[in-house]
């Protein structure tokens, strides 16, 4: 069993930047991916971001060039640093981990624990 929790949402203006830190507990971090997933009002969770074990990364092509997903496997953290933000970035971001540590598929029923969520508002 893994916790996750989430931190680092907030309100920010369109262009700003944040960063979002899941901090992990209960098993070895190391064994996970990870993945970030954001869900908007009325739509369906989407895939992000992903980092593997070895720390290859995948991305959303609407992040691609702004976000940069990382992780410290020594500090059981993994973070996101969104820069150049839009509205359309507007979600709820939640933290994932995936058993089987070497792919970061895109589909949210791969992964088998997840975070709270918190709340990420780009104003324009």
């Known amino acids: 069993q893994v916790q996750l929790v989430e931190s680092g949402g907030g309100l920010v203006q369109a262009g700003g930047s944040l960063r979002l830190s899941c901090a992990a507990s209960g098993r070895t971090f190391s064994n996970y991916a990870m993945g970030w997933f954001r869900q908007a009002p009325g739509k369906e969770r989407e895939f992000v971001a992903g980092?593997?074990?070895?720390?290859?990364?995948n991305y959303a092509d609407s992040v691609k060039g702004r976000f940069t997903i990382s992780r410290d496997n020594n500090k059981n953290t993994v973070y996101l640093q969104m820069n150049s933000l839009k509205p359309e970035d507007t979600a709820v971001y939640y933290c994932a981990a995936k058993e089987g540590r070497w792919s970061t598929p895109p589909s949210s029923i791969e992964y088998d624990y997840w975070g709270q969520g918190t709340q990420v508002t780009v104003s324009s």
């Open positions: 980092i593997n074990w070895n720390a290859r990364t």
